[in-house]
């Protein structure tokens, strides 16, 4: 530890005071002091006032460290609480959010692999979104019957698997096509008019195809809460095609 006398360490410091402590007693010896005597007298008091300053900053020193330390150890507490927080937060995600990322690292993956030229320019293709907690209370009782929220978005991840597939398709260059690729192809453009122009869409067909999905009354009732929460829409016909439309 340095001080503003010189002194390094606090063993040092010791080393002098009990040095001067050693000559004031060798002095006090001989009651009758000459002028010099009296003169080292006067300059080891001055020494040994310096010194007790000396272990007064120390003093004060130590004490600001121990007040430091209680600090640290209090926002340590803290730091131990929140991470806790943390980690419970991240191990009750519910499971859309989860499938989503997950989907979005393995389109992320393909994309980069993914050298030759594209029929389409390179870009995020859009996502039905999630739902709120406020949203599906929005939603009428017989309209829910007995699916649950996190059903809901269950379902809107496995929606986005669907467009995922469907637009894959869609993207692959036409050289690299098989015929049963160029065949669906050429399905998947058919759906496409007028009103589709500019917008992200899948069909019943294309549900079950790109994300496996099972379309029965819970999946029918589930695309009418995502219609009645204005996350998608239906654009119908011609013939009894109806497209699935994201809403932005």
Same mark, same amino acid.
């Given at each position: ?167 894959? /398709? ?10 049963? *690729? %160029? +065949?669906? $192809?050429? &399905? @998947? !453009?058919?759906?496409?008019? /007028? ?10 067909? *294309? %549900? +079950?195809? $790109?994300? &496996? @999905? !099972? ?17 998608? +829409? ?15």
């Amino acid at each position: 530890m340095s001080s503003e006398g010189g002194f390094n360490s606090v063993d040092e410091i010791g080393t002098v005071f009990d040095k001067k402590i050693s000559q004031i007693r060798t002095n006090m010896e001989y009651r009758q002091m000459n002028d010099e005597s009296a003169r080292e007298l006067r300059s080891i008091e001055g020494d040994v006032s310096e010194l007790k300053g000396v272990f007064k900053e120390i003093r004060d020193e130590i004490k600001s460290g121990e007040e430091q330390l209680v600090e640290l150890q209090s926002l340590l507490k803290k730091l131990e609480v929140l991470n806790q927080k943390l980690d419970h937060m991240q191990q009750n995600l519910p499971p859309a959010i989860l499938q989503e990322k997950e989907t979005e690292s393995k389109s992320a993956n393909n994309d980069k692999k993914q050298a030759a030229p594209q029929t389409k320019p390179s870009k995020e293709h859009a996502r039905l979104q999630c739902i709120t907690v406020d949203e599906f209370k929005t939603v009428p009782d017989y309209m829910k019957g007995r699916i649950k929220y996190d059903q809901v978005n269950k379902f809107v991840a496995d929606f986005n698997v669907s467009v995922e597939g469907k637009y894959k /398709a869609l993207c692959m260059p036409r050289k690299e096509m098989k015929p049963a *690729d %160029l +065949k669906a $192809y050429q &399905k @998947l !453009k058919s759906q496409e008019n /007028a009103d589709t122009k500019g917008l992200y869409f899948v069909t019943a067909d *294309d %549900l +079950k195809e $790109y994300g &496996k @999905l !099972k379309l029965d009354k819970t999946t029918n009732n589930l695309l009418t809460i995502l219609r009645h929460c204005k996350k998608m +829409k239906e654009i119908r016909g011609p013939s009894t095609i109806v497209r699935y439309t994201i809403l932005s």
